[in-house]
């Protein structure tokens, strides 16, 4: 699915399922600001 989603990312956070914003919040918050610091300007 990720590579049919432009700019998309595929990330796998560790020691994490379906919750991961809180089973793994330092690297769910590193991936998404990765993320958006990745987004070309509009």
């Known amino acids: 699915m990720q ?3 432009p700019h998309s ?13 809180l089973e793994n919040p ?5 991936a998404v600001r990765s993320f958006l610091a990745s987004l070309p300007n509009a």
């Open 9 to 21: 990312q595929l990330v796998v956070i560790s020691d994490a399922a379906h919750l991961s914003n």
């Open 3 to 5: 590579a049919a989603i």
């Open 26 to 30: 330092l690297a769910f918050n590193a």
